[in-house]
């Protein structure tokens, strides 16, 4: 039997606690499932902006899109969740990452290390919160090369795969989306990493874009002028971009699920109201 869906969404931009507490139960509302907080600067500080989330809320589950593990001190970290996971009721999902963008962590006067020194820590951060009392939370990794996904298999509950790539170069934190073939090689990969797991990982992806519309290339132009080696039949491929008229973006939704064993799907801020008709449409549905 497939795993039922579970839909996320990742909240981005800070607000006033009136303003945080209205957005987190219109999501709700909406039939989000999780409401999740990223870690980068500028954005909200992700675990009181989960509380307030907790406050606000009955049912969703909340958690962190990923921590960026090299922020963090894992000691203190295992504070955090444990207060966190206590004030919302149990109902924190802890997800983690490496971390990629190089400025926020020049900023912030931290080392940002090599790709092996940050997957080094991230590994430590792990086994230090599973030794940790009051951390018994579900556990998101988040990461697509060989070391994280290994990682992942061997600790996390749910398996999250972005859909895309750091730019080569950039500081920033620019990325590019991979394409459907490039996202089966991960998966399988993955697959053969989990292979001896007593009970099979919940699998997540990031999706980028939703539009339910009858002109595809109108919503997909700046994608395009941004990805100029992209056509829009390929853009629209894109494992990362869930944009057609409601039937197809449904039958995209399903096919994610059949491919890749996606069940659990994450989108950012700016779409969680035009994925709000899909989850409908689902929920209608035995899915």
Known sequence: MPRPFRFGVSLLTPASAG?????????EELGYDVILVPDHLGMPAPFPALVAAAEATERAR????????????PVLLAREVATTDALTGGRLELGLGTGYVQAEHDRAGL????????????????EELLKSAGCEVPLLIGGNGDRMLRLTAEHADIAAFAGARLVPGSTVGRLEPVSAAELDERVRRYGEFAADRAEPAERNLLIQLVAVTDDPGAVLAPMLERQPRLTLEQALALPVVLVGTLEEVVARVRGLRERYGFSYLTVLEPSMEALAPVIAALSAWWN
């Open 111 to 126: 080392p940002f290390g090599s790709p092996r020194e940050r997957v080094d820590h991230l590994r430590y951060t792990v």
């Open 19 to 27: 303003e945080w507490r209205a957005k987190c139960r219109r999501a």
């Open 62 to 73: 909340l958690g962190t899109f990923v921590l960026n593990a090299g922020f963090w001190n």
